[in-house]
């Protein structure tokens, strides 16, 4: 059939279904149940998960009798502050921090996403990217569902809204098991937090204790903040309902063949102070940089962080190499994230603010750059460049994971497969391209070996092409035509 042939609603279907499979959204999920100053909590909470997302943040609360809900673009310090927490009451909260690409720079995609349903109230808060989004978007939408947003989270309040299951438990584990993808998520009713992780396992999603309270976080470094004990990390495929202080554990999806726990949450998205899985994030990346020094020694005088990114590997690369280590390059943590920016132009500029070299160190001098991945290219283009503009006589990229050949479909942020260097170029390629006199990424093998230490399995596919579900390899999409909101008070 050609392409004028489609109707309408056909050409609609197939640009969402496009868009669906390019959202990629990167967020930071918190929950709490039975706690007086339960969205004080969520807010300390999701401040020390902001790195897991800058562009929104959002928390709902509960008395049990009535539910509150704020979220707003920006920063969590910056959109909550004392009033505003004041105006969250009870004792149950979810909180959410996101950011994302394609078409969801919007304040209707702010999460936690709540409706009501004739079960009654219910918030859910997701981190992850579900791959058939689209098809069940399409499906209800074809049988008179209206979405009021266009992220792939929507569907899972959708499909709960509908479910002829009894109880609102029943209901959110038939909406999960029609979802395929990635899913850490917490949700809140009336009376309960209940937290959820799909049965691959993409995504961390811990446990905590805090003055007989429960907690539920991304990050193990939200518990520290707050001072909650951790209990455990939820398991892949695993339910906890959480009701009158009282954990109950269901395990009802077919469990995955292998745990497909994100690698990358280690080499680069988590904190390095966070344990995922009972490993700590910082030595795992040291021993990335030790590996790495292993695997493409060179003679020379400086082992360099791009800060902070490179930083934990860069120290295991000094440590193995016997080359000193110093932060010739100082970030100005005052700008916000790079990648985060959405407009390219943006992008080059926000490099340039954000790292500056020290010229005394650098003069004459042999320089080993370490950062932990490359994406598009740009950070390391004009890091490069502003070594030899400071003097160095050498410059040697070091990359502590091995080439981004392939996007995420599972909630990290990446860009197309056309938009990655490593998918565009060769190993020396990327080289000339960078401007470094040699450069040298992590091998595959060298990630595995240093896995070894992870007691589960992992998914690597952004580096292996092997993806654990299975994903529709299209373009970009094209710009879906919908209504922009304007926002009140935007900057
Ligand atoms: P590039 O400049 O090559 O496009 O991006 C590479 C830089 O972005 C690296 O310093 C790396 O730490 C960071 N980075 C890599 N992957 C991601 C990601 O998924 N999200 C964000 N926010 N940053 C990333
Ligand atoms: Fe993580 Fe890469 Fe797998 Fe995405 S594709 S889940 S970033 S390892
Ligand atoms: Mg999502």
Known sequence: MSRDLLTLADQQALLREREADHFHDECGIFGVHGHPEAANITYLGLYALQHRGQESCGIVSSTGREQFVHRAMGLVADVFGEKTLEKLPGRHAIGHVRYSTAGGSHLRNAQPFYATTDGGPVAIAHNGNLVNANTIRRELEGRGAIFSTTADSEVIVQLLARSREQTLEERLIDSLSRVKGAFSLVVLTRDALIAARDPHGFRPLSLGRLDGAWVAASETCALDLIGAEHERDLDPGEVVVIRRGRLRTLRPFTPAPKENFCIFEYIYFARPDSNLN????????????????????????????????????????????????????????????????????????????????????????????????????????????????????????????????????YGIDTPTREELIANQHSVDGIREIIGADTIGYLSLEGLHNVSKSLKHGYCDACFSDNYPIPVSREGPPPQLSLFREIEEGGS
């Not at 910082?282 to 930083?311: I, Q, T």
């Open 278 to 409: 009972g490993q700590n994030v910082y030595s795992y990346r040291k021993e990335l940089g030790r590996m790495l020094a292993r695997e493409h020694p060179v003679a020379a005088d400086l082992v360099v962080p791009v800060l902070d990114s490179g930083n934990t590997a860069a120290l295991g690369f000094a440590e193995e190499s016997g080359i000193p280590y110093e932060q010739a390059m100082i970030r100005n943590h005052y700008v916000r994230r790079t990648f985060i920016e959405p407009a390219q132009s943006i992008r080059h500029f926000g490099v340039k603010v954000k790292h500056n070299a020290v010229r005394g160190l650098l003069q004459g001098k042999r320089v080993i750059l370490v950062d932990d991945s490359i994406v598009r290219g740009t950070t390391l283009i004009k890091l490069v460049s502003m070594l030899r503009q400071a003097g160095a006589r050498e410059v040697h990229a070091r990359i502590s994971s091995p080439p981004t050949i392939g996007p995420c479909y």
